[in-house]
């Protein structure tokens, strides 16, 4: 087939351009469609983690309730080993310690929350972890082991059991002052959760308070705006039987 002389012209360009840059070309678009590859290679093995997950979580949750605790402790250890990736590894690690520490078997639970408290991706699941890893620890007799449990920057939602938990491992220690203004700082951030949560809450804080010799006046329910009104959801999941009731 013959070529005029322009497009004869433009064929010898697009092959000295080839010759130059070919190589180069082919690099990127192989680069490209690998990258592609690879990820939906990923979005599939994180659904297939997910889904055999989801599984072991199931049969998670029918042990617990049977209160099966080896079988607990079996299939909560091959989920932190195999799919320690997912949220379902951390939502196993918080059931089995609750679990554990309702069977009396504190050491067991206390591995269970360090674990989430050091690998947990969701921050909210970190710090239910660290507030019920400082209880385990502070019922163990280590206070010093459980203030450091607390260590690290607290979500504003948690502040108010942070610094109630901080006050019973100063009281533990017998520093009361330091335990004081904890409980102190606690009642002044009640601000923004519901009327029935804050005073259920403030009576709680009185208590300890009294304990240690000092009595002080509730913060003012007023204070909060109708967008204050509903307890940040975190806090709720934060407790035991001193504090909100905590994320299982």
């Known amino acids: 087939m013959a070529y005029d002389l322009e497009e004869q012209e433009k064929l010898d360009e697009l092959k000295d351009f080839w010759n130059r840059r070919g190589t180069?070309?082919?690099?990127?678009?192989v680069a490209a469609a690998l990258a592609v590859l690879g990820y939906r290679a990923w979005n599939y093995y994180q659904a297939?983690?997910?889904?055999k997950a989801a599984v072991l979580y199931a049969q998670l949750e029918k042990a617990i309730t049977a209160k099966q605790m080896p079988l607990v402790r079996e299939i909560t250890g091959t989920m932190l080993d195999r799919y320690s990736a997912t949220a379902y590894a951390e939502m196993a690690a918080l059931a089995?310690?609750?679990?554990n520490i309702d069977a009396g078997d504190l050491k067991a639970a206390e591995a269970q929350l360090k674990w989430t408290a050091e690998h947990a991706?969701?921050?909210?699941?970190r710090?239910?972890?660290?507030l019920r890893w400082a209880s385990v620890l502070l019922d163990e007799g280590s206070p010093e082991a459980a203030s450091k449990a607390l260590e690290g920057d607290v979500p504003p939602h948690f502040e108010v059991a942070v610094a109630d938990r901080r006050g019973d491992i100063l009281a533990a220690q017998n520093q009361s002052e330091a335990a004081r203004?904890?409980?102190?700082?606690a009642l002044s951030k009640l601000g923004g959760l519901s009327s029935d949560v804050r005073t259920a809450y403030t009576n709680v804080l009185q208590l300890k308070?009294?304990?240690?010799?000092?009595v002080v006046a509730a913060p003012p329910t007023a204070?909060?705006?109708p967008a204050q009104v509903t307890p940040p959801a975190p806090l709720a999941p934060a407790a035991d039987s001193s504090h909100p009731t905590e994320k299982k």
Do not use: F, H, N
């Open 24 to 29: 180069l070309v082919t690099g990127v678009i």
């Open 48 to 51: 297939d983690q997910a889904s």
């Open 96 to 99: 089995a310690a609750r679990a």
């Open 121 to 125: 991706g969701d921050p909210e699941y």
């Open 127 to 130: 710090w239910v972890a660290k």
């Open 181 to 185: 203004t904890q409980y102190q700082a």
């Open 209 to 214: 308070l009294d304990a240690l010799g000092s």
């Open 223 to 225: 204070a909060a705006s």
